[in-house]
């Protein structure tokens, strides 16, 4: 199918095995009929399962893989639908310092399921030409990991996210020569004994974000088999400096085991447990005699069916223990046996389980398809759905003895059906009746901001309603359902409709009469359309979010949006709430121009260009005793930023992370822009602390000292210097002036001076022109007393700024249009409200009581900039209405009210 749930006919349909899983035939390849429907015949040992991917495209534009497992024994499979999402040619480019490599072989896998819950998939192999290039026709957007062997061995790899945009995506291989192994194989015994015949190989780590680690799903080059000694020499195996290794064994008789290479092994050796031992007691059926093999079934969709047997009153099964902790044993009589983590098993006889779909409780419905979904899930032929007979039953034999639910009535955009009942055949066979209601229709007729239109990728679901067919007509802008009730399903249908660039609407519509057809009006309302495009050399990964303006925040009020995670490649289309956006390139610190994004539809572009840079380098001169772990390369200019405050799921670092000797950075083409060392302690040192650069260099050379001690004492309001134990915490802040920069300003807890009542000391300030701020909790209350310290120049190592007197400072007092003194809001006010002075930092947060009355406390005298957001429903399109950088004079003594109108923002 299409996004538009059409058939696609004439589309190519490919079966791509395997190997690990079993899978031992040819690639077949087949075209969908008129109706978009495909028959793939494939080919395997009678005593294995089959596991590979169908892979569907059609030209270089449409493109849908799936991953499927055969299980023993199972002669058809019903694979549902696919859809055909947007996809585009992707070109490897495999090379050698610097050389193109003709005839490597390339092997694609691609990242399947959910980010946590998925795995890697075998998506197929090329040869490269004569230019070092392979083609993949056409592959959606998510993560690919590709694997390059040259013709000498030499080997590669690269994983990362591939996006679908105007160009084909394009990525570069650098092989590498390879090394060899010895691997020794023994058993579990004591003492171990060598391990002769043991299959030996290896795989490669594929890891996702930071987050997700596993690998291969295939492995690389295979070694002999283990001689009498149990050793064999693996060759082609990839440098574990570069790259994870896992070394893999596998034996008739044993688990297999794995173990990880360091890159300093010259011998590794793998110890192969035993295969799993379950005892086998008498059940319901006597269990099978000695010798007698048996088809393991897993739960573990990861595991393939294996072969085990039957000796000695024991299941004997070449798996480990954890594996085979669920799942079903299968005798050649039909008998099956339930696996329990270890515990005895009894097996039982084949269960059968009779569906009868009536209407109205009378008469049968007759081609109704009906599937089984074992409970905890174990894959069998169970799961293709089977239709109804002319009197509406279905019967599955042969089926283990545990609890089934009964699925019905499958559509294109639900394979399975609806979950009807639940069988449990545990005890004995079972009978179940599904009663729906009779056959009506409903038309949604659909319109985007007032306008007929159906949205790209329109998705819909019903609630109190079993959907029998679903019909998208574009043209009449309408969604034409066939449904059915169920006595388990009470109420009229409430349909949600969504898609791409508009925001779902929930509708609920009365049942028409029986054979009769209603309407509903759904209402869309339009978002706008972002689309992100990251620009990139084809070797060069970048780490690119996106950031939302949040300003209550009080760290950064930089965030990153987690609707647009994970990172960035290429065109993207993005989904984002109305505010303000950035996009942010966490390797190197690029930032992209803000950009908002308002209610109703719109068209958006921005680019983040990492094509047009430059290279520094240079090194970072330490004093004596200081390590680099928390040395950070702070780069600040048009267009770059390194300090912005990384938030989840960014990685905490101030500024580029240093590793000496030295450092080389990445920096605006052409464009001014300063570095400086960033410490928690210390701070630059006056002479080559930081320095302005435009271009490349290659001899920055970057100091870091102790930094500067300021020493202030604090009065009260009256002039009297104040006891240690009143002053409670104090921080002093201090914010560079010169050069002038949007530089974040630098934080210290001051210490007490012993002998001088009321004076505090806080050291690791920077050198050069600063505003100082100093901040303490001494009056008791809820925030700050704030005192402006004016702009200091910090010449020296200690900087005396004499006596300063606090005050309880002014207030800024918000306040909803209407919330007068003993009246009350108009209504209840839900929101944050912040202030700010200086370009960042101290934010000070508030929340507006319910008159819509909320204060920011002792602020100092100066400007001070005020955000306001108020939230009336997060899910509204009206949901956010904000007062952005109001500006506000204080005196530091009389409080100002600011009255904010939140009819409409501004």
Sequence with gaps: MD??????????????PDEPGGDRSAPANVATGPDGRFRLEVRGPADAGLRGVVHATRGTGGGAIESYAVAIGERTREVGNLMLDPAQPVDVEVRRDGRPVPGARVLLWRWAGGMYRGGP???GSHVTGADGRATFPALTHGYVLVWAVAPDGAVGRVNRKVAVGDRAARLRVDVRPTRSVEVRVVD???PPRP????????RLGFAIEDVVHSFDARLGPIAAPTSADGTTRLSGVPDPAWNRVRLIARAPGHAPASVECKPDDAVVTVVLPGPTRIPVEDGEVPRPASGTKVAVRPSKRAIAAVEGWVRDGALVVPLAAKDVAEGFVFAPDGSSAALRGGKPISFRRPRTVEVRVVEAGVTGLAGVRVSLAAKPYVEGPWDAPVPTDADGRVTFHGLPAMAFDVYAFPTTDRPHGVRMATADLSGADRTRGLVVGPQRELVARVAIDGRSAIPERLWWQVEHAVVLEAVVDRAAATLRLRLRSSPDLLGDPVLTVGGDLVRSTTVRAPWPEPGGVGTVDVALAGTPEIVAEVRSDPDDDGDVFVERWCGWHTESPWLADHGAWPHLVGRTRLRLDPGRYRLHDVTTGLLSAPFDVPTGAARIEVVLDRTGLSTVKGRIELPDGVGADDVGLVIEGEGIDTRAAFGIPYRGWDGLPYAPPGFAARVPKGKPVRLYVHHRQLQPAREGGEVTVVGPRDDVVLKLGPGATLVTTLLDPEGKPLPDDALGSVYVVATRTAPASDAWPIQRRAELVT????????????????????????????????LHAGRVVVAEERVELGERRLSTGSRIIVRAAGAKAGKGAPEKLEGMATAQFGPREPVLPTETDTDGVGEFRHLAAGRWFVSIDRTVDPMSPDGRVSVRDVEVEVDGVHDVVLDVDYAAPR
Aim: neutral net charge; charged residues 15%; glycine residues 14%.
């Design 188 to 190: 579990d015994a004591t």
């Design 121 to 123: 998939v075998f998506v």
């Design 195 to 202: 391990v002769a015949g043991a299959v030996v190989g290896h």
């Design 3 to 16: 996004v538009w749930h059409v058939a696609v006919p004439d589309a190519r349909v490919a079966w791509v």
């Design 755 to 786: 002998g001088r009542p009321g004076t505090v000391a806080a050291a690791g300030l920077p050198f050069g022109t600063v505003d100082v701020w100093v901040m303490t909790d001494a009056f008791g209350r809820r925030g700050f007393a704030v």
